[in-house]
Nanobody, 123 residues
Framework: VQLQASGGGSVQAGDSLRLSCADSRRTLINNGVGWFRQAPGKERELVAAITWDGGSSYYGGSVKGRFTISRDNAKSTVYLQMNSLEPEDTATYYC?????????????????WGQGTLVTVSS
């Protein structure tokens, strides 16, 4: 598995960004995928996750109603649409492939990790 996360950048509060997590070897199409983030000085946290078929998803409390996770298995890509961004969303965002076809909540449930993409939101 080779995960490539992209789409980060520097934006103003209230703006939107869409992150992408692509797997050139098409391994993630059979697995759940999660988006995590880690802000400076804080622990990494699960932001959103999705099952292999997109039938079920999970959102962390701070992003509910603002972020949407989706996937296109034909492109072996998982997306994180982030709307109404807030300075508190500033972090490095990572995508990760779960051990099975469902998503997991703890980090231990993920076996492959992409490199991070930095999101900076200014007020």
């Amino acid at each position: 598995v080779q995960l490539q996360a992209s789409g980060g950048g520097s934006v103003q509060a209230g703006d939107s960004l869409r992150l992408s997590c692509a797997d050139s070897r098409r391994t993630l199409i059979n697995n759940g995928v999660g988006w995590f983030r880690q802000a400076p000085g804080k622990e990494r946290e699960l932001v959103a996750a999705i099952t292999w078929d997109g039938g079920s998803s999970y959102y962390g409390g701070s992003v509910k109603g603002r972020f949407t996770i989706s996937r296109d298995n034909a492109k072996s890509t998982v997306y994180l649409q982030m709307n109404s961004l807030e300075p508190e969303d500033t972090a490095t965002y990572y995508c990760a492939v779960a051990r099975g076809d469902y998503y997991a909540i703890p980090e231990s449930g993920y076996i492959y990790w992409g490199q991070g993409t930095l999101v900076t939101v200014s007020s």
